[in-house]
């Protein structure tokens, strides 16, 4: 059995370096593909030269957070790679260079090769009650269309604009700030219906290969659906779940298998992990966890490190 580890990242090199090495170590057989992004810093595989199966992608966008540019078209640039080149993987985990294993590869490469799940990737109808959203948030990203505002004054003017009590009125105007500034609309037609459900949850997805290529057959036939979200916010934790839920041929895990604590989020980003949280993420629940920072904590890396190898 091969897996692909999609692993995007965009600072700190030494621990990207890290990472790579502690999965060729654990997993020499491992296909890596890495997607960085160049306007936060340089990344050089050189240091990773005496490795076999590493790649790194091009960049075909400028990368804004939480575009399609962002996360989703490198994915599907990953995809597109991988079938491109006949890649005989079997299974495609994704990854920031923010990740780590909490737990030895060849337990989650074993799990991998007995389950007779095709996928282990979170999701929930953005309509529902009890999810992690409240209703506005679904609708508010995915139901409506944004146009991104220029120049560096645009956030601080929408965030006033949008206190007048004349635009409050104004009820089908929606601003989005948080990766903005951003200013949309509702849209009059959506891909969506009581067949074809919108679908939200995380952005980390670990999936079998028919999972992968039933993806790409969708996108490669409905440029029309990657046109719509490619106009929306933060597709990258809607697009998957989309296409995959609604196709009712897979037996997918509502699960991830990842760690990660929202508690106190800023700007949608985790908090980053300490010492303090070695025995949660290794009660053996999850494959990973995100995002550890070694320049913060070095020692929850080494004591995994310690797990990994043992």
């Not at 060729?24 to 491992?30: I, L, T």
């Not at 005989?88 to 030895?104: K, R």
Request: glycine fraction near 4%.
């Amino acid at each position: 059995m091969k897996i692909c580890y999609f692993i995007q990242t965009h600072q700190n090199p030494h621990q990207i370096y890290r990472l790579v090495r502690t999965i060729k170590r654990a997993s020499p057989d491992a296909l890596i593909l890495i997607n960085h992004n160049f306007n936060r810093c340089d990344l050089e595989l050189t240091p990773l030269q005496d490795l076999s199966d590493i790649h790194l992608l091009p960049n075909q966008e400028y990368l804004i957070r939480g575009d399609f540019s962002c996360q989703v078209q490198p994915y599907l640039n990953a995809v597109n790679w991988l079938f491109e080149n006949n890649s005989d993987f079997d299974w495609l985990i994704n990854l920031t260079g923010q990740d780590y294993p909490t737990q030895p590869l060849s337990e989650t490469e074993n799990f991998l090769a007995s389950t007779e799940c095709d996928g282990f990737i979170s999701y929930w109808d953005i309509f529902a009650d009890q999810i992690p959203w409240d209703r506005d948030k679904g609708f508010k990203r995915y139901y409506c269309i944004y146009w991104r505002m220029p120049g560096k004054s645009s956030y601080l003017f929408l965030k006033n604009f949008q206190q007048l009590s004349i635009v409050k009125k104004m009820t089908w105007l929606k601003f989005y700030l948080t990766y903005g500034p951003l200013v949309g609309i509702p849209c009059r037609s959506t891909p969506f219906n009581n067949e074809f459900i919108c679908y939200g949850g995380r952005a980390w997805y670990t999936l079998s290969r028919k999972c992968v290529e039933y993806i790409k057959n969708f996108v490669d036939s409905r440029p029309e659906f990657v046109a719509y979200y490619q106009g929306t916010v933060v597709p990258e934790e809607s697009f998957v779940q989309t296409i995959l839920v609604n196709s009712k041929t897979f037996n997918l895990v509502n699960d991830d298998r990842r760690y990660i604590d929202y508690r106190g989020a800023v700007a949608g980003s985790p908090r980053t992990l300490t010492i303090q949280d070695y025995t949660t993420i290794t009660n053996g629940n999850f494959h990973f966890a995100r995002k550890f920072d070694m320049n913060q904590d070095a020692e929850i890396m080494d004591k995994l490190d310690a797990l990994i190898f043992y």
